[in-house]
């Protein structure tokens, strides 16, 4: 449908060209919901194909901006392309006829209209990307499509809520991935099981979607769709935009922007995966380019064991004697010749000794997880573990310390035992250092609520091997949810780093000191 501004336009070139003697309509050419800033428009082009072919002899606008509002290729086709095939144009409104012109309103007059033209197209622009700046920093959804897994809110167009449908595939791609699966196989499988690709996905929910990179047939998944949700951080409940930007207002042709430069703001909306998950996936990701031919998976030690010696990744080897097959590790370093040592260890001996250190492992979890249990049932959050760290007690300590110093200024100065100089020296000095120690305290506060939302995390994750503490097989999701690396020494010793070590251990010593506290009804004052 076609919108006012058109069907005015028209009717206006209709009634002029009935009016004037000599003039007949052609064919009309209707670039609608196109930029003026350039003439790379599919109706343009078709009508200049026409008047080069000698179809047309003259072209009528309503005026100048509708014929386009860069000045420097306006003039071009107007003063030297229409000449050269002896074309008349008529701009309507702008009272400006090549036939009837004279050389100052071609010299003059028309040069400037288009220069005006496209001084208010260049003034749009910067209007227009301002106030998208704004939404951004706002975080403010600003794109006509959402990504996949979440739709715009009906009452907000600028609000992301979740689409519970793509939001559950989107889900179970995170599992899938920490389950060892490459992202090819991930494609694969989806492919198989008949979900649609994003693409296809918002077309039948009727969105009038497309993309520069359509082909024939229905759209699939590609390795390329899995990785970028995979790396995409809105599904933890960030908006980041404004990731690429057009060259100029006169060029369509975007160019993407180093991620320090994109607007990134937290907590905008509903997450879909957790933090925990979201960074334990990148890891994975940086390890995990080659999958096994046959299972579609990473190798099971892949980015997890590492030399202790060189700290480069161990490498799989296979020897096969008298027709039974021995898996080993070895050292990269040392299988380049690069120095090093062999380091080298059976796989099957480090399965086995994984299996029992995790079983360990879980059970101190589970210990941990009764603290949680604890400190859910006393109603504590995250800002009020916060005041229970030991450093923030000691920054708080001098703050106070400071600004008790600062505040004790003024009596001194009246007591005559500095004077205004000093009084004035002493009061910079000291509001500096409160406010340093402010930023400090506020800083670590964060860094300890991340930390005990980071031990929520590692709660969830041991309920995930809740119903399962019988298990006995080494699996790549166990493995790399509970270790973060396997560091192998000569004759065979490891040195295992479980995942939420400091944050669980922090745990404990909150929960004595807050049990404690209530016990003698004695809390800390927040700042």
């Given amino acids: 449908m076609e919108s006012n501004s058109i069907s005015s336009q028209r009717d206006l070139l209709r009634n002029y060209v009935q009016n004037h003697e000599g003039l007949q309509i052609f064919d009309i050419y209707i670039d609608d919901g196109y930029s003026g800033t350039d003439f790379n428009r599919p109706e343009f082009k078709r009508m200049m194909k026409d008047v080069r072919e000698g179809r047309v002899n003259c072209v009528i606008v309503k005026d100048l901006s509708r014929f386009g509002r860069d000045y420097i290729e306006a003039g071009r086709f107007i003063q030297k392309t229409f000449p050269a095939f002896h074309v008349r144009f008529i701009a309507v ?23 005006v033209n496209e001084s208010y197209c260049r003034d749009i622009s910067m209007k227009v990307k301002a106030h998208q700046k704004v939404k951004r920093l706002e975080g403010k959804c600003i794109s006509a ?19 519970e449908y793509a939001a559950d595939v989107v ?22 099981l008949g979900i649609l690709s994003p693409m296809e996905y918002k077309k039948m929910l009727g969105m009038k979607y497309s993309t520069g990179f359509e082909g024939a047939g229905t759209a699939k998944w590609a390795a390329v769709s899995v990785k970028h949700i995979l ?18 207002y006169k060029v369509q042709k975007r160019i993407v922007k180093p991620e320090e430069e994109w607007i990134q703001v937290k907590n905008t909306h509903e997450a879909i995966i957790s933090e925990a998950d979201y960074n334990l996936v990148q890891e994975l990701l940086k390890f995990d380019g080659r999958a096994s031919v046959d299972t579609g998976t990473a190798n099971l030690f892949s980015g997890i064991l ?53 079983k360990v492992w879980l059970e101190l979890m589970t210990s941990y997880s009764e603290i949680m249990e604890i400190l859910s049932k006393m109603s504590v959050n995250c800002e009020r573990v916060a005041e229970y760290d030991t450093q923030t007690g000691v920054l708080r300590n001098e703050y106070n310390k400071y600004y008790g110093l600062k505040g004790g200024l003024l009596s001194d100065l009246k007591g005559g035992l500095i ?47 809740k119903e399962s503490k019988d298990w006995g ?55």
């Fill in 231 to 248: 790396t995409n951080r809105v599904y933890i409940g960030y908006m980041e935009q404004g990731k690429q930007e057009k060259i100029s």
């Fill in 145 to 163: 499509f959402t990504v996949y897994g979440y739709l715009k809110n009906p009452n907000d167009k600028n609000q992301l809520i979740i689409d």
């Fill in 171 to 192: 889900k179970k791609f995170y599992l899938w991935k920490i389950a060892g699966m490459s992202l090819g196989a991930i494609a694969h499988k989806l492919n198989e």
């Fill in 419 to 465: 004077d205004k100089e000093e009084y004035d020296t002493f009061y910079g000095l000291y509001t500096k250092k409160c406010e340093e120690l402010a930023r400090s305290i506020h800083n670590h506060k964060e860094l300890v609520k991340k930390m005990y939302q980071n031990s929520n995390a590692a709660k969830a994750q041991l309920d995930r091997y």
């Fill in 306 to 358: 590492m030399c202790a010696d060189c700290k480069a990744p161990m490498i799989k080897r296979v020897n096969t004697y008298k027709g039974k097959k021995k898996v080993f590790y070895i050292c990269q370093t040392k299988n380049k010749s690069l120095g090093c040592t062999r380091h080298s260890i059976e796989e099957e001996m480090l399965k086995k000794i994984l299996v029992k250190e995790i």
């Fill in 93 to 115: 409104t702008d009272n400006y006829d090549s036939l009837l012109a004279d050389k100052t309103e071609q010299a003059l007059v028309l040069p400037v209209k288009n220069f």
């Fill in 473 to 527: 097989e080494l699996t790549r999701e166990l493995l790399v949810t509970m270790v973060s690396k396997v560091y192998v020494y000569e004759e065979k010793r490891l040195d295992i780093v479980f995942r939420f070590t400091s944050e669980l251990e922090r745990q404990k010593n909150t929960n004595q000191m807050i049990q404690g506290d209530i016990l003698q009804g004695y809390y800390y004052s927040i700042v």
